[in-house]
């Protein structure tokens, strides 16, 4: 399945003429006007009981990434977010999924990317950590850049991620995974621009208590007509007891908000013994947690 969804920011006479085109040529009216093209593009894997499934979106001709975002749907805690990658020229994102032993029941993963035309503000670069057998990698900005996008990598289905943290000055972004005994391998990755006038670091965070799944959804307000975006940057796990992941976070289409999405992980099926009947979503976990989740405000001028 592919779909593109449009938070076309223009102003005055030409934006309503464009708006026009882009409902002429897409059925819908782009969610938001403004004054700058970004698009939020999305594809969504296969939904069936395969153990690993990727989703690759790319951006249309002529434009680049500037974020990314990744989604599990129906993993129902048996499936975790592996990796949100996006590609070394910064035309696509890839985003994968890997059931843990002991899910039966079929599910898909989702790949976002936020796409611009670089002529708009410049190109931008993409740093990673390289793959370190460490619980916490970090990924670094140039001189002169800010973090506009983020991703990371794990690389088997016992290890989840359960915080990817931007700094405060939107200079790097740490991810954190856990799991898999000893050997814990994670890699992140930061999408970097340089011509952002003014940017800073947007929080939200859900309700603490122990329920599961728990979405969290930034607070601070971007206006819908001025030259400002929200980018997903990050988000993360708060308390609880160690067996929660992140398994979504996700860009909004209208560029006004970021959103993350945790929950607790299920359970290994027992040596010999027959897998769990369910995951632990929406059940009680004996464990007060939150989810906290990160957004970068960007104006544009």
Request: charged share 15%; hydrophobic share 35%.
């Amino acid at each position: 399945m592919d779909r593109s969804q449009t938070s076309r920011r223009l102003a005055g006479g030409v934006g309503a003429v464009l708006l026009g085109m882009a409902a002429a040529i897409s059925g819908s009216i782009p969610a938001q006007a403004g004054e700058f093209f970004f698009t939020r593009h999305q594809r969504t894997s296969g939904y069936n009981t395969n153990a690993t499934k990727t989703a690759t979106v790319t951006c249309p001709e002529g434009e680049q990434v500037y974020s990314t975002g990744g989604r599990i749907n129906d993993g129902n805690g048996g499936v975790v977010l592996s990796a949100i990658v996006p590609d070394p020229t910064l035309t696509s994102v890839s985003v994968t999924g890997r059931a843990r032993p002991g899910q039966t029941g079929s599910w898909s993963v989702t790949a976002f990317a936020a796409c611009i035309s670089p002529n708009e503000f410049g190109p931008p670069s993409r740093e990673d950590s390289g793959a370190v057998l460490s619980s916490t990698t970090t990924a670094t900005c140039d001189p002169n850049t800010r973090l506009t996008g983020m991703g990371f990598e794990v690389y088997n289905n016992l290890v989840f991620v359960d915080r990817v943290l931007p700094d405060a000055g939107l200079t790097q972004v740490s991810a954190h995974a856990k799991g898999g005994g000893i050997v814990v391998v994670v890699k992140t990755y930061a999408i970097c621009v340089g011509h952002a006038f003014f940017t800073y670091l947007a929080r939200g965070q859900s309700a603490t208590n122990d329920t599961s799944p728990k979405p969290a959804e930034t607070t601070d307000p971007v206006s819908p007509i001025d030259r400002q975006s929200m980018f997903v940057i990050g988000g993360e796990v708060v308390g609880g007891p160690g067996n929660v992941m992140l398994e979504a976070l996700v860009p909004q289409t209208d560029f006004l908000t970021a959103r993350a999405t945790a929950t607790v992980v299920s359970p290994l099926p027992l040596v010999g013994g027959p897998p769990p009947a369910a995951a632990l979503s929406a059940v009680d976990t004996d464990d007060d947690w939150s989810t906290m989740v990160y957004g970068d405000y960007v104006d544009w001028y």
